[in-house]
C-alpha cells in the first residue's frame, strides 16, 4: 500500500498538475485561519469564534494549522523518501519556505507597518538588525505602536508557525538520515509522544524546558513545538503506511463522528484532529471520485501567500473600515490575501522554484 501512495504523491513541479486535492485543502485550511482570526481581532477574544464555541477547546486556526502540519508531514516525508540526498532536500525546502516568507516581511516592514501608523525612519540600526535577524530564523516580526488602539497590535502574528514548520523539516531530515523513516513505527511512537507527553508531563517540566537556554532556542514553546510536531508526523504516517481501503461513507462517517469526540474534550482534541481529522483529509485529497477538486489551487498555488497575508489585510480593514462587520471583514480579507496570494506566487514563489528548485542535486 505505501507504494501506491507514494506513487499518488508527486514531485511538486511548479505548474504541474499533481493529480490530488491538496491544493484545494491549502486554501479551505487558510479561509478557516481567516475565520478564526477575524473574530478574534476585532473582539480580541474567541468569545464569537465558531469552533471554540462549538467544543470549547480548540479555534478553527488552531484546527487549521495542525491540518497544515499533517498535510505538510506528508508531501514533505514523500520528497526525502524519493530523494534522500541530505543537501538537495535542505536546498528544496529552503527555496520553497523563505523567498516568499523574506517578500512578506518586506512588505509587512515597508509598506504594512507606516500605514498602521509606524514611521519607520525612526527604526534604530539595532532595531533594522534585530528584524533581519528575526526574518532570517523565519520569526515573525514586529515593530513598536504599529496597529496601536486595535485589540491585537501586532505586525502579522500569524507567521509564527513558520519557523515550526522548518524545524519539522529538520525532524524529518533527522528521521531520514537515522533510518527511522524505514520503520515506520518508530515515527508512529515518535507522533503518540508528541501528541500524548503535553498531556502527561507535569506543567512544571515545560516551565523548565522554556527557561533553559538550549530548549528555549531549538523549541521556542515546548508544548506549541510538541503539539506541531505530533501533527507533522501523524502526517508522515498516513504516507509511510500508505493509502489503505478506499474510504467509504461508513469510515468517513465513523470519523467525523470520532473527530467531534475528540473536540469536545481538551486532553483528546489534538490527538482527534490527527488521527480522524487526517483521516479525513487524506480521503478528500485521494478521493478519485472528485476528480474536480485536484483542478483547484492545484498547478498555482496560492495558499503559502494567502497564509501570509491575511493578517495584515485585516488590521489594515480594521482599522480604515470603521465599524466593518464580522462577515465583511472575512469575506474583504479572503479577497484581499487571495490577490497578495497570486502576487507572490506569480512574481516570487514560481520564478524562485523554477529557477533554483532544479539546481538540487
Known sequence: MGDVLKRAVPAPVPGKAHGNAFGVLRLVLAALVIVSHSAEMLDGNR????????????????????????????????SFVRRPKILSYLWRRIVRIYPAFIAATLVCILVVAPLGGVDITRISQAGWKQLAIRALT?????????????????????MWTIAYEFRCYLLVLIL???????????????????????ILMPV????????????????????????????FLAGACFFLFGRGPRPTMLTVGLALVGL?????????????????????IFAIAFQTRWRWLNRINDKDDVSYGLYLYAWPVAMLLIRYWAGISLGA?????LV??????????????????????????
Open 138 to 158: 523565519l520569526e515573525p516580526v514586529n515593530i513598536r505602536g504599529v496597529f496601536a488602539g486595535q485589540p491585537y497590535a501586532s505586525l502579522n502574528s500569524a
Open 176 to 198: 531520514g538520515v537515522t533510518r527511522a523513516l524505514k520503520r515506520p513505527w518508530i515515527v508512529v511512537g515518535l507522533a503518540a509522544c508528541c501528541l500524548l507527553v503535553p
Open 47 to 78: 468569545s464569537r469564534e465558531l469552533l471554540t464555541r462549538m467544543f470549547g477547546t480548540i479555534s478553527f486556526g488552531e484546527f487549521a494549522v495542525d491540518g497544515f502540519f499533517i498535510v505538510s508531514g506528508s508531501l514533505v516525508t514523500a
Open 260 to 280: 467531534c469526540v475528540g473536540l469536545s474534550f481538551k486532553p483528546t482534541a489534538e490527538p482527534a484532529v490527527a488521527i480522524f481529522g487526517g483521516y479525513l
Open 336 to 361: 484581499g490575501a487571495l490577490a497578495m496570494g497570486a502576487v507572490s506566487w506569480f512574481a516570487v514563489e514560481k520564478p524562485v522554484l523554477a529557477r533554483f528548485r532544479g539546481k538540487a542535486r
Open 329 to 333: 471583514l472575512m469575506l474583504a480579507t
Open 204 to 231: 512544571s517540566t515545560f516551565a523548565y524546558l522554556r527557561d533553559d537556554p538550549v530548549a528555549k532556542t531549538v523549541l521556542v514553546n515546548p508544548l506549541v513545538a510538541a503539539r506541531l510536531a505530533g501533527q
